[in-house]
């Protein structure tokens, strides 16, 4: 079994169709994957839904097809939901001192508790883990990290500038 992590950047393209989202939904639906994601995600991904609806025009019909399908990937198990502990939060901490004062790089609290506790999970693990995240200052920010580079596979996941369709009637097709 294949362990995997995703940031709200790259998970949000099971849901939208975007340039990156067949491989995601590919790797999601394989069920000899497991996946994970952060607590914080579980609240972060209905930001970035909101977000692309906004951008395409979506209506609240659409955003709560999108938001209803990754809560029935979450309870199927295609999703494992990583708790936030009070270690990883002391680490983002360090991560954000690292980018905003050494690096002189702007990075989300939220970014550094996702990026933290995938780090935490290929720990735990004793094995590099695939994290995939589409957004490229923070792919960029954390291949200057050292603990990174030696314990999480970075996987940069393109988002096209394609209209957001929901992916919802696709799922089938993975």
């Not at 951008?55 to 990754?70: C, K, R, T, V, Y």
């Not at 589409?134 to 393109?158: I, M, Q």
Request: hydrophobic share 40%; glycine share 6%; aromatic share 10%.
């Amino acid at each position: 079994m294949r362990d995997y992590f995703f940031d709200t950047s790259a998970l949000q393209q099971r849901y939208v169709r975007s340039q990156g989202s067949r491989r995601i939904r590919r790797i999601i639906s394989d069920h000899r994957n497991r996946c994970y994601i952060s607590e914080w995600t579980v609240l972060e991904i209905a930001s970035a839904l909101g977000k692309r609806c906004r951008g395409a025009q979506l209506d609240i019909s659409d955003f709560d097809s999108m938001n209803q399908e990754f809560f029935r990937d979450v309870a199927k198990g295609r999703l494992v939901v990583r708790p936030v502990t009070s270690r990883e939060i002391r680490r983002a901490r360090d991560l954000l001192r690292f980018a905003g004062i050494v690096k002189r790089k702007s990075l989300s609290s939220g970014d550094a508790l996702v990026a933290t506790s995938c780090l935490y999970l290929a720990y735990e693990l004793k094995t590099r883990v695939p994290f995939y995240l589409s957004d490229r200052g923070l792919f960029n920010l954390l291949g200057y990290v050292n603990a990174f580079a030696a314990a999480v596979d970075l996987r940069f996941a393109e988002v096209g500038t394609q209209q957001a369709v929901p992916n919802v009637p696709d799922r089938r097709r993975v």
